[in-house]
């Protein structure tokens, strides 16, 4: 009981101060989120009317899977707190001379799915839009559009791809990670280029901007990939069961990765 | 009692790796991003930038944390509940299963 104690204690003291250094190693920048009144009124209502039936969806998913297992909330909790802190942490790129984050959101779709990891991104969103001066409320559906739509779903998507095709569980994390990062920057782009092209043509301006990203998060999708592969195998040690339950792994999986 | 040594150790492995990763550059000569600005988001040097050049800028936030060091005590405090939260919800996760494991059950 007290190793079993000083273990999970072990563990806390390490997530807190893992937290606390990211938050703290730099001055907080924003990245991917789009801020207060860089979106026009009219596709500020367009990406909330995209993102809100996801939205929907995934609370009741909440609330059905909730009900099921006991693990699923406590594995929700851990996943909202990490694609919070993840989403918040200012990472340091030499290459550009820039900073960025990544977005987590390819972990907590693999580990929760991508309905329920939309959830989980927007309330990352809301909080960062309302207290850290992060995003913004009018852009707060173009946000969750690409950071927990896109970046959920394409991370699950190529999961599953990978796992399908026979690879193991840390290179499927991997470029789940990887991909989920990109799509969420490209979506980005794709938003902005939409809503600013004004006369312009779309494709140049789109390009331009995925073009001004990528010596920021083509690093950072790399790191975005070796954190989602780390917690999948981690969760996979710790708990392998929870795995099957989640229908990552199947039950015949759950000893080897 | 190995593995969950084990973990820790990689737990803590993690944690330097990513300690190294944000402090590294800071003694790194850098290739400074256009606007000259060193280590801006790439909000700054890339949407505002595209938004500025179309004829859009940034409004005030509802609620207005980006004033002198109120924004690091925000991000502090994220830090220590976003730590915490995780911390206690993996701690929750890790001891279901030891508890299942002693017990034999599902």
Known sequence: MTTMKRSGLKSLVVLFLAAAIGLLASTPAHAMHISEGILPFGWCVFWFAVATPFVALALRRLKRDSGKDLAFKPLVGLMAAAVFIISCVPVPVPTAGTCSHPCGTAMSAILLGPLVSVLVATVALLIQALFLAHGGLSTLGANIASMGIVGSFSGFIVFRLLRGAGANLSVSGFFAGLIADWATYLTTSVTLALALKGTDAFLPLATKIAIAFIPTQLPLGILEGAMTAGMVVLLHKKRPDLLVKMRVIKATQGVSP | ?106
């Open chain 2, 1 to 106: 009692m190995k593995t969950s040594g084990r973990s820790t150790l990689c737990l803590c492995a993690g944690c330097a790796l990513l300690l190294v990763l944000l402090l590294i550059p800071a003694f790194m000569p850098l290739n400074a991003s256009e606007s000259g600005a060193k280590w801006q988001g790439v909000d700054e040097s890339v949407v505002e930038k595209v938004a500025h050049e179309h004829g859009r800028e940034i409004h005030t936030p509802l609620i207005n944390t980006d004033q002198g060091d109120l924004l690091l005590f925000v991000f502090l405090m994220a830090g220590v509940v976003g730590g915490f939260t995780a911390g206690y919800y993996w701690k929750s996760l890790t001891e279901q299963k030891e508890v299942q494991t002693r017990t034999g059950g599902e």
